[in-house]
């Protein structure tokens, strides 16, 4: 199963948490949110709860002509309408989509989050869910 949306970027992403990636639905981030990849994300709850038959999951990032992905389990108790939160822990809270994430923010392809900072980017992402 595949479901894609979107983002849009921003000059304050630092995209340098160590642990997490965030996209939110907000359209705002400030300079101490360091694990947002993407503003004014365009997920639908109920098509992400039909992830939660699914053992794991591949997140692919894509802006432009530059790419990235991770691989990651997925949370069953997750219940989020406005964060979508990925961590490389096992760490369950209700806005946690993805747990063991391979990658974490400051893993990201440079390149990306370069592109990622300018405020007409538009972050395009895929997630694949693997049984």
Known sequence: MDYIFTCIGNPNI???NQRVIKF???DFVSLD???ILGLKATFEFEKLKEFLNYNLMNVILICDDV???FMCNI???FISKDVLTFRK???ESDNTFGTFSEKAASDIN???ILKIKNTS???KIILRGIK
């Open 89 to 91: 822990s096992y760490f």
């Open 24 to 26: 939110v639905t907000k």
């Open 110 to 112: 440079k390149k990306l």
């Open 75 to 77: 949370n069953p108790y």
């Open 67 to 69: 790419e990235d992905s």
């Open 14 to 16: 630092l995209a340098t």
């Open 121 to 123: 980017a538009k972050l």
């Open 33 to 35: 949110e360091t694990s």
